[in-house]
């Protein structure tokens, strides 16, 4: 009997000492896979730094310029991180109340990311509360990223993604907040600030011409929409109009676009 005895308490102390080894090696594996996650994905972010860092201070110095408290643009940063919208908020909230303008200048302006959303449906597979976060966190730098990422084998795709999509969300918000903060302290004329917005598109277009031929059938159309919108509409107005009518027309001709673009890049190869 005591040896039966003896023998069940040293079972316990085994199965015991074996679930413990267990939580202590998923722990470590779990560590483990932060950490190279995390690595991976501050490296390929880095460069996202940068620009995020300065144009969110800028949006930062802008909203002080506009009267706003140091704090609403971090807030803003924070709960709505959209970009070049964020730009435009002082507007809005400055300008006359037309919720139904503001509804349609953000759907207009953010539509593209309707469809980064239905291609990364696939790469949100299984991430569990880690989607809702990247969903909302979803921007175009971050999805340029995690869309053509060459994740090495021993990094988890997932937490890669996520992390992606935090460093460059608190990018934004730590530009944002210096921005804020230098705007607050100093006592200076901000005039002319907002000239950053407007440099930042031109930025994207010339960028666009740059890459090569095949991207100027879109530019003109997009020149050319705007343009006749400002003639049209006036300058307060000629924004939702002239989103509208480069939506229609590169959906109406995408097709002869596709087949100019293509016929310009192998003219390009050659």
């Known amino acids: 009997m005591p040896k039966d005895l003896n023998s069940d308490i040293f079972s316990e102390s085994a199965f015991a000492d074996s679930e413990l080894y267990t939580a202590e090696y998923m722990i470590n594996v779990n560590k483990n896979v932060h950490k190279s996650a995390i690595k991976a994905a501050f490296k390929s972010s880095l460069p996202i730094m940068a620009g995020f860092l300065f144009l969110g201070a800028s949006y930062g110095m802008i909203m002080d310029a506009r009267g706003f408290a140091f704090y609403f643009p971090i807030i ?6 959209a970009g070049s919208m964020e730009f435009l908020l002082a507007n809005l909230l400055l300008g006359a109340f037309n919720p ?9 302006i953010n539509a593209r990311h309707l469809f ?4 990364m449906l696939d790469k949100y597979k299984g ?7 990247m969903i909302f966190g979803l921007c175009d730098e971050t999805f340029s990223i995690n869309c053509t990422a060459d994740v090495p084998s021993s990094v988890d795709r997932g937490w890669y993604m996520f992390y992606v999509t935090l460093f460059d969300h608190l990018y934004w918000i730590a530009g944002t907040t210096l921005g804020s903060i230098f705007g607050a302290v100093m006592d200076f004329s901000w005039q002319g ?3 950053a917005m407007t440099a930042m598109f031109v930025v994207i277009l010339l960028e666009q ?3 090569g031929k095949k991207n100027i059938p879109s530019v003109i159309i997009g020149l050319s929409a705007s343009f ?3 003639l049209v509409f006036g300058r307060d107005s000629f924004i939702i109009p002239a989103m509208l009518i480069i939506t229609v027309a590169l959906g109406a001709g995408k097709a002869p676009i596709e087949a100019i673009s293509s016929e310009k890049a192998k003219e390009e190869s050659e």
């Open 127 to 133: 991430l569990g509360w880690r989607k809702i976060y």
């Open 76 to 81: 803003t940063s924070t709960f709505v991180f």
């Open 228 to 230: 006749i919108s400002l």
């Open 100 to 108: 139904i303008e503001a509804l349609l200048l953000a759907l207009m």
């Open 193 to 195: 600030i907002d000239f």
């Open 209 to 211: 011409l740059l890459a």
């Open 116 to 119: 980064y959303g239905i291609s």
